[in-house]
């Protein structure tokens, strides 16, 4: 299986072939600015190697989905929004409008946000 997919957008930037703006990076992942910030602080946390989403996560990435969830403390911190707080987000699929298919935690801040995270009123099934 191969750790990096050449049409994807995120494993070009994590292979430094496209631009961003990197906030944070070490041996398993890297963080860089959303580039279009739905928060006033918004990071997207990335594993260098290519999975696609939660759901492609197997055994063998134990490891780097447990740097993932390390990185967001460093992350908010160089955002500076370690002590005011943060979210982190996993799109996963259709419903929640995933867009790009190599898994990303979306780390959003400063602003105080709304709790549940989605508009709309009742809960529909089917
Ligand atoms: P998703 O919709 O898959 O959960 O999130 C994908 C995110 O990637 C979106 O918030 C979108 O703004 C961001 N994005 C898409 N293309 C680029 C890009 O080329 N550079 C950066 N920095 N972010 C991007
Ligand atoms: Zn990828």
Same mark, same amino acid.
């Given at each position: ?16 072939? %496209? ?7 070490? #041996? ?6 959303? $580039?279009?910030? =739905? @928060? /006033? ?9 290519? %999975? ?7 055994? #063998? ?6 740097? $993932?969830?390390? =990185? @967001? /403390? ?53």
């Amino acid at each position: 299986m191969s750790h990096s997919d050449p049409n994807c957008l995120f494993c070009k930037i994590a292979g430094g072939n %496209i631009p961003a703006d990197i906030v944070y990076q070490d #041996e398993h992942v890297l963080a860089f600015r959303d $580039i279009n910030p =739905a @928060a /006033p602080e918004h990071l997207l946390i990335i594993p260098r190697r290519h %999975i696609a989403s939660l759901n492609e996560l197997g055994p #063998e990435d134990t490891t780097v989905a447990g740097r $993932i969830l390390q =990185a @967001a /403390p460093a992350v908010a911190r160089e955002a500076g929004i370690y002590d005011s707080g943060y979210r982190l987000v996993f799109n996963t699929g259709p419903d929640s409008l995933q867009s790009v298919f190599h898994i990303h935690g979306h780390l959003v801040g400063g602003r105080k946000m709304g709790w549940p995270p989605f508009p709309g009123g009742a809960v529909e099934h089917g």
